[in-house]
């Protein structure tokens, strides 16, 4: 039931665009977005939810592709301070429960 | 920031003795959850309450168990800890429902010895 999610590591330079991908073999209802930087708890950014509504980051947008059980994260001109590991997370039972995928590290580089 | 504390912050023990972590929180959420988190498996559900006295198991719930008999406070209990449960733990809080945020405490390292 974990979700996918790749790449599993990605390096960037400072401005460039990254994409993180997470996918799941059950249907989705909701895709949650979160990252965590080292040695810090996980941060919520963004929830998508079945049907388009979308709630969270102002600078961090994300798509959700239900046929395909598909959600991406789109980070556009990319900050140092978006360095850490991203998470998503699937409630495929719809119990308020989320499995997290094992999550994708970005780095950013000056 | 959600007031979620969890206690004790870092922990060392030894195989076989018991170890409680505690997790607080001030916002009357109705969910809490208990993850740990190690290199290579990412976040992995332990237990989780949907209310006073009401638990569940997740994803990895062996050798765990759970309480919560007020709803501020979730206790998670190695009855005889391993060292294979050397981990970070996590507590999250959540209000439930459509569009639901969790929101994750500062962390509980553990090291079994």
């Known amino acids: 039931q974990q979700p996918v999610q790749s790449p599993q590591a990605v390096i960037l330079r400072e401005g460039e665009d990254a994409v993180i991908n997470c996918s799941s073999s059950?249907?989705?209802?909701?895709v949650h977005w979160y990252r965590q930087k080292h040695g810090e708890a996980p941060v919520f950014l963004m929830i998508?939810?079945?049907?388009?509504e979308q709630k969270g980051h102002e600078k961090i947008s994300a798509s959700f592709n239900e046929k395909k059980q598909q959600s991406s994260l789109y980070l556009t001109a990319s900050q140092l301070s978006y360095s850490g590991t991203y998470f998503c997370?699937?409630?495929?039972?719809?119990?308020?429960?989320?499995?997290f995928g094992k999550g994708t590290r970005l780095h950013i580089l000056p | 920031d959600a007031g979620i504390t969890q206690s004790p912050r870092h922990k060392v023990t030894e195989t076989g003795t018991p170890v409680t972590l505690r997790c607080h929180q001030t916002?009357?959420?109705?969910?809490m959850y208990w993850y740990r988190q190690d290199p290579g498996h990412g976040l992995r559900l332990i237990h989780y309450s949907y209310g006073v006295k009401d638990t569940d198991k997740g994803e990895v719930s062996d050798g765990y168990s759970v309480s919560r008999s007020k709803t501020e406070d979730f206790l998670l209990t190695l009855e005889s800890a391993t060292s294979s449960q050397t981990s970070v733990y996590f507590c999250?809080?959540?209000?439930?429902?459509?569009?639901?945020?969790?929101?994750f405490g500062p962390g509980t390292r553990l090291l079994v010895l």
């Open positions: 997370g699937t409630d495929p039972d719809r119990d308020d429960k989320i499995i």
């Open positions: 916002e009357n959420h109705r969910y």
């Open positions: 998508l939810l079945k049907g388009g």
């Open positions: 059950k249907a989705l209802y909701s």
């Open positions: 999250a809080i959540s209000e439930g429902g459509v569009g639901w945020t969790q929101y």
